[in-house]
């Protein structure tokens, strides 16, 4: 086996992975994001990950949105048609959730 | 603890720029005052050091103490009382060892055998590669956190120059040497000796200055690009100190080492196939000693260390080709460097100090290594004029493996001061000896 450039997850965890000590040793209120897939254990702890500073959730659900839009333009879709694209509120009211609807 | 005052010494601290004939006070294993004449406080152990030297501890941040694995070789314990007998104040262990020294756990079982000895300090250094098999990095970050000054897989050279690229990065992170035993080892391969007309003569097949230098070159390059700190030990060939040279030059982040061997004798030395003189590297040339010797004092090479390798004596008396590498050298090191480069005229006492004492602490960011005020008192007071005849019995050490055997040799640790605490005097040496022999844990 060749050399990788950590020598372990454990290790990685232990000196650069956020846990809720180091957490703690930050010197104001904070916001925990993380793009996902998470390690859980590896560069984040559960409890961070899970814990009151957390916005995951929030950043998730918003990058499915973000992506979603930003593809829609690649696309070449108009911002301006966006609303109609959506089915002019008719079929559905919630955000579009496939690539049809846009 | 006892306050103890040195008195009348030459005290002599390159990291202040001190050397005057004075006193010097340690108090709660601090050192509390220095320079001049200084009144003795109640109950104090006043210890008479006119006519000798008074410096920072020396520091020798290579040594092989064998525990764990081969403990009827050395101990951490034995290796440590060799060590202040010799005026080291603090060595660093290297990890091979069986088992190697690549995780925390065995860090932590050589930092707690050293404070049981309570000698000399001892510093672990951790291994590169898991088991030092040159090939999966080692956990640096936990061996750092438990203890470890330096990262090495010293016995066995790094062969993979991709390791090596990544072992020095990596220990960028926690801000520790790397050290590399240099040594292609397709060329080194089966050599015994140095490849030259003695080798010839002696029908030992050799091992050439090119096997060190290649990777010399090759370490130096790789600290180029990845700004870590490599460090080269033993280094033996005159070609290895143009190289090194030539990296500082450039400012890369490059020092090196040379053992009291390799500045004292040549390959001659091998004479009639003598095991005590076979060590990696192997003794090298007239040439190269001049060169080495000229770099010690210019400043090429930053430190003196020892490579103390001690071998049972029945393991060295056998084919010269089959005899284990190494000598032993805590407690001949002073001695040596006193008598082949101070009395030579190639270095002043200030440089050796400061070859072995300061250049250590400093660029393994070690405690000692200075006799400021308020710093650990780790003290060597040693006689320069000493003169005293190797006998390998008398030594500390468990090995018996030196060439100086028999060899009159100047300058002697008189008292060695760790932690504020007197763990050496050379009127206490006969005593010191026989109960090293009766002790066993």
Redesign the interface.
Known sequence: ????????S??YN??FGVSRERLERAPRDILIMHPGPMNRGVEIDSDVADGPHSVILDQVTNGVAVRMAVLYLLAGGKPELAEAAKGGGQRRSGPPDTPEAA | MKTILLTGGRVLDPSQRLDEIGDVLVSGGVIEAVGGRIEPPDHCEIVDCSDFIVSPGFIDVHCHLREPGREDVETIASGARAAAAGGFTAVCAMPNTDPVTDNQAAVGFIIRQASRAAAARVHPIGAI??GQRG????????MV?AGAVAMSDDGRPVV?A??MR?AL??AR?FGVPVIDHCEEPTLAHGGAMNEGIVSARLGLKGIPAEAEEIMVIRDILLARRTGGHVHLAHMSTRGSVELIRWGKERGINVTAEVCPHHISLTEERVGAYDTNAKMTPPLRTASDVEALREAVSDGTIDLIATDHAPHHYDEKEREFADAPNGIIGLETALAVCVTYLVESGALDFPTLVERMSCAPARLFNLPGGTLRRGGEADITVFDPAHRWTVDPAKMLSKGRNTPYAGMTLSGRAMCTVVGGRIVHRYENHAAALTSAGTTVR
């Open positions: 086996m060749t050399a990788g450039y950590i020598p372990s454990r290790e232990r000196v | 590669s898991v090939e999966m990095l080692a956990e640096f970050g936990e956190g993979s991709q390791l990544t990065e990596y992170t």
